[in-house]
């Protein structure tokens, strides 16, 4: 699985720029995330840099949970100070696990039979340490909610 991981998540270093591009355009234009119409561009795509750069950064920790949880508190923090509801919150993070896959798939890396088994067994941690995520994002967004109530 490593090697696979190491591939999917090089290609994921290499583009993260058009990966990040690709979300923006769609989370501009999704009906379910209309917090982000209004943003620029730019900083659509910003937000995606810096999620898919500390998502590779998490991946490959032998402990990734401290990490996910300290790095997605943060995510949840900038998007309540940025008055983006939870729900769009974690639709867009969705949105991003949705662009990996499928600039993965683009590259076509799922060439072999071995390939799709890692592919998947790589794809169930991306869920896992996600669902972590929304998890964490969903707790805080309670806490600072109930600070400022």
């Known amino acids: 699985m490593r090697v696979f991981a190491d591939r999917l998540l090089g290609i994921m270093e290499k583009n993260t720029r058009d990966i990040a591009v690709n979300w923006a355009k769609d989370v501009m234009k999704n009906p379910k995330t209309p917090s982000f119409h209004s943003m620029t561009q730019e900083q659509c795509i910003n937000y995606a840099i810096d999620f898919y750069k500390n998502f590779i950064n998490i991946y490959f920790e032998s402990r990734p949970y401290p990490k996910q949880e300290a790095y997605f508190s943060s995510y949840a923090e ?42 998947v067994e790589t794809l ?16 805080r967004y309670q806490e600072l909610a109930a600070q400022a109530g």
């Open 78 to 119: 900038r998007r309540y100070r940025e008055g983006i509801p939870l729900h769009e919150a974690i639709y867009a993070l969705i949105m991003m696990r949705r662009h990996l896959w499928l600039y993965a798939e683009m590259q076509a890396i799922f060439m072999s039979p071995m390939d799709q088994y890692q592919a």
């Open 124 to 139: 169930t941690k991306t869920i896992r340490l996600f669902d972590s995520g929304i998890y964490t994002i969903t707790k």
